[in-house]
């Protein structure tokens, strides 16, 4: 794409080819991770010979511990060896672990699987491919589309593994995963167009030579820690919830189904007026400590009140409300919290949180169900939510600022002269130039400014 075709004022068909593309792809992962959830503490009790919760807890987030250490080398392999080979080896990993689970007759074997579908880490590799094939003004938009199907896929997942499983059993589900896996082996190939100019996306991909500053970064650790506890929190009740339904609910783990449906439509419906009041009236901070104190709540009613279908229908209603509202606000946080030439290795640094989190998060959960009982497990839930919100008591109100770059034109000899040109503009916050990569990063208030008014306002400067 040349810099002369980088603002246009649509976005172009083959641009929301690639968002859409890659949606499927992430969409086929995230199912496939997460089908399991609402059935996988059940049938490895029926199915696994003196299996113990901890085993449970550790074969449900193993995966996350694989993802957490391979998602940014998938990364930076995939700027030597390309995007798509990459994604096509990844989701060809994803596809043998789900075989090696629908195939696995011990625990053992099932962790193992599981470890291996986390090892197919192309999560980094499929951001970069946006950033790739998107113009930069639309990029945050596909992004988004991106964003919505994940949501829409773990909503989908918790629905279609009961579902799923009393049509073809749960080794049916692994099955169906990796057919899943081929599927977005197939998208990558035929649906995702072609990457003509491929490169180091700084606002996608983490560079190492960052790390250090991110993680010296309070407020984005605030963040870190947030994702890792609401993960570690998610995967550590799914350790107990199938059965704790099954038991005081009186339902079957095959109509869980009729409980997570109305639940996740219903909190999807309910997190909206929040989040206008977050992003519109500029109360991020008290909607976010709220919701994470919603998180804790939930956790304790869970200790005291399941009994019957309604009892777990509101508390789930009111953790899923929290839950969704918290995924959805958290990558914005570290986008306006991220500096300007960070944002790639910033959301690289907290996607391995999130993901170490569920990794944590199953054993633990397993360890404290096993020796403690569903007190023990939601005791020890509670307790992270609470550490959490005293974490982020100290966060700062974000700005409503995005990250935006333009190319660094030819002829500028005087950087801090126009770094301070450019932050005496409305709506501009900071400014990073980068001279290796040619390009200018910015902080700005979309609403005040955007790319093509900084693109005129350079070239202005290099005429006077």
């Known amino acids: ?13 083959e641009e929301k080819r690639a968002a859409f593309a890659v949606a499927g792809v992430f969409s086929t992962r995230m199912l496939g991770l997460f089908m399991i959830f609402p059935v996988f ?74 470890a291996i579908q986390g090892m197919g880490a192309v999560a980094a590799v499929l951001m970069a491919t946006v950033a790739d094939l998107v ?69 996608a991909e983490a560079d190492p030579k960052q790390f250090k500053d991110v993680l010296k970064d309070k407020e984005l650790l605030r963040l870190d820690f947030g994702v890792f506890t609401l993960h570690a929190t998610l995967t550590a009740m799914f350790v107990a919830l199938p059965i704790m339904i099954r038991d005081y609910a009186g339902m079957d783990s095959l109509h869980h189904w009729e409980l997570y449906l109305p639940v996740m439509i219903l909190s999807f419906v309910l997190m909206v007026p929040f989040i206008i009041q977050a ?20 956790q304790l009613l869970f200790m005291t009140v399941h009994n019957g279908f309604w009892a777990f229908f509101i508390i789930f209603l009111i953790f899923f409300t929290a839950f969704n509202l918290l995924e959805a606000s958290l990558p914005s946080l570290v986008v306006k919290m991220a ?53 982020a008591m100290g ?41 290796e990569d040619q390009r200018i990063y910015f902080k700005i208030d979309r609403k005040k400014i955007n790319e093509p008014e900084l693109l005129e306002f350079v070239t202005t400067q290099l005429t006077q």
């Open 135 to 203: 113009s930069e003004q639309f990029r945050l938009r596909a992004m988004s589309i991106v964003g919505m199907t994940i949501g829409l896929s773990f909503t989908v997942s918790l629905v279609a593994g009961p579902v799923l499983a009393e049509w073809f059993g749960v080794r049916g589900i692994f099955w169906a995963i990796a057919l899943l896996a081929l599927i977005g082996i197939l998208l990558t190939i035929y649906a995702i167009p072609e990457i003509k100019h491929q490169h180091f996306q700084r606002e």
């Open 41 to 114: 503490a059940l049938f490895a009790q029926q199915e696994f010979k003196d299996v113990t919760a901890t085993q449970i807890g550790i074969a449900m987030g193993i995966y996350g511990l694989t993802q957490a250490f391979l998602q940014i080398p998938y990364g930076m392999l995939s700027d030597k060896y390309g995007r798509k080979p990459l994604i096509v080896a990844g989701m060809l990993i994803f596809a043998i672990g789900s075989v090696i689970c629908a195939e696995a007759d011990s625990i053992e074997m099932m962790i193992i699987g599981r």
């Open 339 to 391: 500096p300007a030439d960070k944002k790639g290795t910033a959301s690289g640094i907290y996607s391995t949180s999130q993901f170490l989190g569920a990794a944590l998060g199953g054993a633990l959960g397993g360890y404290f169900y096993q020796h403690y009982g569903y007190n023990g497990l939601f005791g020890m839930t509670a307790t992270l939510a609470f550490l959490w919100w005293l974490f």
């Open 395 to 435: 966060m700062k109100n974000p700005l409503p600022l995005s990250i935006a770059s333009i190319p660094l034109p030819e002829g500028v000899k005087d950087v801090q002269q126009l770094q301070q040109a450019f932050l005496q503009l409305e709506g501009v916050h900071q400014v990073v130039v980068i001279p």
């Open 279 to 298: 992003e519109s009236k500029g109360r991020m901070k008290q909607i976010y400590l709220g919701a994470i104190a919603t998180i804790g709540i939930a």
């Open 1 to 13: 794409m040349s810099e002369s075709e980088s603002f246009k004022p649509t976005m172009q068909p």
